[in-house]
Nanobody, 119 residues
């Protein structure tokens, strides 16, 4: 089991930056692949980025590629999402998720953190 708590959301102007954090509690954080998802008002939850257990492999949605960077610190049980060049369409609740390395379903979710980008 792993519990996830996101932080770092807020209000920012278009073109600005934010860094989200997701702190994990529980055992064996380094055995979990991690991901960020987001859900905008009236839309379905969508994938943003993922990082494997070691941090050596990452993958991004086309909408954020080149602007967002996912990283992790296994010693601190934390995963990050650095978001640069933010756009109003990035406005959403951002969720952290975890799955056992090599798994096929994101079993563990945080409560989400709101990101609002003003134009």
């Amino acid at each position: 089991q792993v519990q996830l708590v996101e932080s770092g959301g807020g209000l920012v102007q278009a073109g600005g930056s934010l860094r989200l954090s997701c702190a994990a509690s529980g055992r064996s954080f380094s055995s979990y692949d991690m991901a960020w998802f987001r859900q905008a008002p009236g839309k379905e939850r969508e994938f943003v980025a993922t990082i494997n257990w070691s941090g050596r492999s990452t993958y991004y949605a086309d909408a954020v590629k080149g602007r967002f960077t996912i990283s992790r610190d296994n010693a601190e049980n934390t995963v990050y999402l650095q978001m640069n060049s933010l756009k109003p369409e990035d406005t959403a609740v951002y969720y952290c998720a975890a799955q056992r390395s090599g798994g096929t379903s994101w079993h563990f979710w945080g409560q989400g953190t709101q990101v609002t980008v003003s134009s």
